[in-house]
């Protein structure tokens, strides 16, 4: 499959986006993400399971680190992520909605 | 407060959510799941475990909804389908516009079929199609007014809210009601055309000029007197302000209810017209067909909404109005005398709900990682991909 590029991220994309580049090869986890980016966590799944499924980002199970908590999915970017989110850090932020929607169209 | 029970109420929204989740990302759901264990706050863990559900609700639909709805029936190469459905997801879903007028032109058949079914005098199917005909022309030349420029949805708005309430002040009075004009020898209710995109546009862009505009719609509504159309103002506005509160949204919803009580404080005794009130209970008296008909006509009208909503998030608020709107004015309709719109013999309800369209996002932007044309799509991708609501676009 030929890999994606990206087009007008959302503003929440770009947090995440941020936040997985700046933690480097580090695994971060599912509410540390909703935490730091500040988006809700019916927003940040879907956007990790399309970059998961796109090839920008790697899952994997860690096993609990004490007894008695459960394992945990951890999450950083690919290779490939690492440069959408070079290219992603500098485009110009997205026009938003409410100013594209000002002449009804 | 002992959090344990709340968090025994996180765990269990968690199980919820995997037990809805496409079998796919269950596994995602697994992995929300253990976050919830991990949050320490009871109350966080919550509102985190109800927005794996939210999300798990919107991956329910596509999966086990919209995604056999697409499917066509019987075709042999599955590669192939599911490419042809990229295209479909590609070229339609993402253009609320577009299916907006698909669901308005089946939703305005479906109101043929249930008027032939009936025995409605041609010239009322007439009627209906060349509404049809008006409405698209209509919305045409708005959309490309708007293109050029020309047209700020503000003041747009606010000559839509005066020519509203003129229409209420100097508009044909019948049975204490003033909602008419005449156009041609043709009887219109500007307020089935006017209100919808006022409410949606407002829905799109708030500020001074389009609050103001919402403020004088529910006046004139208040006015004329209409519940179904200030109803569904209040409700649509309400929405709003739940979805995204601010200081214009609040004012408008302020407004808007305060001419909702006033429409339910005055007398309201319109007679129910043939082929055009309460037709959701009686066309089922005419013919079971019939009343699918007008059901499924209702239904494809709240289609746009309910798609817009699942493919994009960021505007979720500008479809939950189109939605609740146009949804009330349904309500409405089988619980008084008031027209149902498309569906029933009326063109006012069918050029509106096709203005109305000019007012939802031309194209969804949902939060995704677009992706350019693929030389080798797998199956499995494919799957994945449109179970997740991805989208391929050139």
């Excluded at chain 2, 045409?140 to 209420?168: D, H, N, P, Y």
């Excluded at chain 2, 007679?271 to 008296?285: E, H, R, T």
């Excluded at chain 2, 349904?330 to 498309?342: D, E, Q, R, S």
């Excluded at chain 2, 996002?361 to 030389?375: I, Q, V, W």
Aim: with cysteine; proline share 6%.
């Amino acid at each position: 499959m030929i890999m994606s590029r990206n087009r007008a991220l959302s503003p929440a994309a770009r947090k995440i986006f941020a936040f997985l580049a700046g933690n480097g090869q580090a695994w971060s986890h599912g509410y540390e993400l909703c935490r730091q980016a500040k988006v809700k966590s019916g927003t940040l799944y879907p956007l990790l399971i399309r970059l998961e499924a796109q090839g920008y980002l790697e899952a994997e199970w860690q096993p609990p680190t004490e007894p008695g908590r459960p394992p945990r999915h951890a999450y950083r970017l690919t290779e490939a992520g690492h440069r959408l989110a070079s290219e992603v850090a500098a485009q110009p932020l997205p026009i938003q909605p409410q100013t594209r929607s000002e002449s009804f169209a | 407060v002992n959090p344990a029970p709340i968090k025994h109420f996180a765990r269990v929204i968690a199980l919820l959510a995997i037990r809805i989740m496409p079998p796919e990302i269950r596994q995602w759901g697994i992995a929300m799941r253990y976050e919830v264990e991990i949050i320490e706050r009871a109350d966080r863990a919550v509102m985190f475990a109800f927005g794996c559900l939210a999300f798990a609700c919107r991956q329910a639909l596509i999966f086990y909804v919209l995604r056999p709805a697409l499917l066509t029936v019987g075709a042999t190469s599955f590669t192939i389908q599911e490419a042809s459905m990229m295209n479909l997801q590609n070229n339609l879903l993402q253009h609320p516009q577009r299916i907006g007028a698909i669901c308005g032109i089946l939703a305005t058949g479906l109101g043929l079929v249930y008027m032939g079914i009936a025995g409605a005098p041609v010239s009322y199917l007439a009627m209906n199609i060349s509404a049809l005909l008006i409405g698209f022309l209509l919305a045409g030349i708005v959309a490309l007014i708007a293109r050029s420029g020309q047209l700020r949805a503000g003041t747009a708005s606010l000559a839509l809210g005066t020519i509203l309430l003129l229409t209420s002040l100097f508009g044909i009075e019948a049975g204490g009601a003033t909602r008419w004009i005449s156009l041609g020898g043709v009887a219109l209710q500007p307020g089935l055309i006017i209100l919808p995109v006022v409410a949606i546009s407002f829905a799109a862009c708030r500020d001074a000029l389009s609050t103001a505009s919402l403020i004088l719609a529910s006046l004139a509504v208040a006015i004329q007197p209409d519940r179904a159309m200030s109803g569904a103002l209040a409700a649509g506005m309400l929405t709003l302000t739940l979805i995204k509160p601010d200081r214009h949204s609040l004012i408008a919803t302020g407004a808007a209810s305060c001419g909702f009580m006033a429409t339910m404080l005055q007398v309201d005794i319109q007679p129910a017209m043939p082929y055009v009130d309460q037709i959701l209970y009686s066309s089922f008296d005419v013919h079971p067909l019939a009343g699918m008909a007008v059901l499924a006509g209702a239904s494809l009208m709240i289609l746009p909404s309910v798609i817009g909503r699942l493919y994009d998030s960021d505007q979720q608020h500008i479809f939950a109005v189109f939605g609740v709107v146009w949804l009330s004015i349904i309500v409405a309709a089988a619980l008084g005398n008031y027209p149902t719109p498309l569906v029933g013999y009326g063109g006012s309800a069918i050029i509106g709900y096709f203005v109305s369209l000019i007012a939802l996002p031309k194209r969804a932007s949902p939060e995704r990682l677009d992706t350019r044309e693929t030389a080798v799509i797998t199956k499995e991708r494919d799957q994945h991909n449109l179970c997740l609501g991805l989208s391929y676009s050139n």
